[in-house]
């Protein structure tokens, strides 16, 4: 799970090709969004396989709060 520059959240969950972390930009999980960012090895700009990233998830399915979330970790 754990390479030498951030985590691998794809071996933890995958669904439509997700990460955990795409999940749960997707589904508005702001609780999970805050501790998997306190994590300093994430890379909040990975793409999934259809080349999405947490925020384009989270835009895409109006989740407006945990975009705002994601903007300021940026």
Known sequence: IL???KLDWSEIYK???STF????SKTNHERVIGM???CERIDIN???FEGETAFHLSCQNQRERVSEI?????
């Open 15 to 17: 669904e439509r090709n």
């Open 3 to 5: 390479n030498d520059e």
């Open 36 to 38: 998997i960012l306190k």
């Open 46 to 48: 990975a793409k999934n």
């Open 21 to 24: 972390f795409h999940f749960a």
């Open 70 to 74: 994601l903007m300021k970790d940026k």
